[in-house]
């Protein structure tokens, strides 16, 4: 059994989803480790655009199985969603899509619960998808929370959810405007319906380790975001990084061949916290523009600025990247000149490495490199030296600059436009 890993190597929204998506090609199990439908993959394949949240990337390459780990949290009326709207494209997902039976249930209530901890939050909040993600997992760490394989028994379900929910109840009083016998008779309809995707993910995987398949770890969210190495409390509720592949999913850690880094060639962040090279002049707005940098699954703007390499090197630091993949390089085309954040210091002293306390980050200085633009299309290139000298300046810069290589080179959003360098 060999895995490739697919992991964001800054806030998310590198383009992971369409790197999953040209490896899935090659790949018999494509999986999700962590995370929710809070993630958003687009991939544009044979000129139709796919929006995938909870479900995997790989479901587009019609001879991919894909998996939802038991690392992740499932709104299982999000999940039938998802699948009706890749049916309406013609996607068949017959027997292709499985969600292991430890996987978390995230349900409405915990969505509600989402809005309400964000407005507790106040001026200090996180700027969550508000899709439940941080309360599915708090419920899971106090062990109050329900699995797949509690769905099944009627009489449990109704008592395990009736113990979460008057939890909250006392928290937040008339604030929580939620009916819980609507929820259980919603699972009335959705439990037969759900049945033929829940398995045990243990043997699955084992079976595939035993016919030696090839597996493909789509990473949701991104480094930055994690919850333990990522800039908390600025981050989603899970370990986006490598740790949380392992916990996630039954790989077999001597399976993991490579672990690929998804990296913009520029920064963007949705949600609150420190982004020390936001630009928010003409530039920011620019790579907002070209970029379409907007979110996939609220609509809300991305906000944007430079490379930051303090983030890059504290990013392998965390996840040991074997190659990265450069993405949206098209978006830099028009630029007379780039800038490279290299160090941060902080009241005037230089810094080591990536700081822990949100308040420091928020008052770093940041030092740049600055490199001349190339100021020509980049979208057409089909090798490596098809790309302007400056642009592969720019590549090589980051290359050396983490130690390590850029295999892959996005210069736009569909399959083919994707350099690969050997
Ligand atoms: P949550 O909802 O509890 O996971 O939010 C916590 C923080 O994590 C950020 N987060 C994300 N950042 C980038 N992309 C994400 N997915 C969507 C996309 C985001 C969207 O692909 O565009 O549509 O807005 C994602 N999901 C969570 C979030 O902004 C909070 O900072
Ligand atoms: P993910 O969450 O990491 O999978 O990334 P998203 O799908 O949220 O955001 C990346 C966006 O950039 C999507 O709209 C992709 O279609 C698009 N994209 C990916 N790679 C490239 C690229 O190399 N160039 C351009 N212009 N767009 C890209
Ligand atoms: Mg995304």
Redesign the pocket.
């Known amino acids: 059994m060999s895995t490739t890993v697919v992991l964001g190597a800054q ?3 590198e383009g992971k989803g369409k790197l999953a998506d040209i490896l899935a090609n090659e790949s018999q199990l494509c999986c999700r480790a962590q995370g929710g439908n ?4 687009t991939i544009v394949a044979n000129g139709v655009t796919y929006d995938f949240h909870i479900l995997p990337s790989g479901l587009v390459n019609p001879n991919c199985v894909n998996v939802v780990g038991s690392g992740c949290v499932v709104h299982v009326p999000s999940f039938f969603k998802e699948l009706e709207a890749l049916d309406k494209h013609g996607l068949d997902t017959t027997d292709r899509i499985y969600i292991s039976d430890r996987a978390h249930v995230v349900f409405d209530v915990h969505q509600l619960v ?1 809005g309400l901890e964000e407005v507790e939050l106040g001026g200090g909040n ?6 439940g ?2 309360p599915a997992y708090s419920s899971k760490m106090t062990r109050s929370g329900l699995r797949m394989c509690d769905l099944f028994d009627e009489e449990v379900f109704e008592k395990k959810l009736r113990r979460v929910v008057d939890g909250y109840k006392k928290r937040f009083g008339d604030l929580l405007k939620y009916d819980v016998e609507e929820e259980i008779a919603k699972y009335k309809e959705l439990r037969p319906k759900i049945a033929p995707y829940v398995v045990d993910q243990v043997p699955l995987l084992q079976s595939a380790k035993e016919k030696n398949a090839k597996i493909l770890v789509e990473g949701a ?1 991104a480094l930055m ?1 994690d919850i333990d190495y990522g800039t908390y409390p ?4 899970s370990n986006t990084g490598l740790g949380g592949v392992i916990t996630g999913l039954t790989l077999g850690w001597r399976s993991i061949k490579e672990v690929i880094g998804v990296v913009k060639a520029y920064t963007t962040r ?4 420190p982004f020390p090279t936001e630009q928010l002049n003409e530039v920011g707005e620019t790579l907002q523009k070209v970029g379409h940098e907007v ?6 703007k991305r906000r944007c600025g430079w490379l930051d390499l303090v983030v890059l090197k504290h990013s392998h630091a965390c996840n040991d990247y074997t190659s990265l993949n450069l993405t949206k390089l098209d978006v830099l085309d028009d630029f007379e000149e780039l800038k490279i954040a290299t160090s941060y210091s902080h009241k005037g002293q230089k810094l080591e490495g990536f700081p822990s306390n949100p308040d420091v980050l928020a008052e770093v200085e940041v030092h740049y490199e600055t490199l001349p633009g190339w100021k020509k299309p980049t979208t057409g290139a089909k090798s490596y030296y098809d790309l302007p000298s400056q642009a592969r300046a720019y590549i090589e810069f980051i290359e050396k600059f983490v130690g390590v290589k850029v295999k892959w080179v996005g210069v736009g959003p569909a399959r083919d436009h994707m350099v690969v360098r050997s």
Do not use: E, M, P, Q
Not at 38 to 41: E, F, I, S
Not at 126 to 131: C, H, P, S
């Open positions: 806030w998310g929204d809070n993630a958003g993959h989402d996180i700027g969550t998808t508000r899709k993600i941080g969210n975001l600025f981050v989603t509720s949705v949600g609150s916290g979110g996939v699954t609220t609509g809300r």
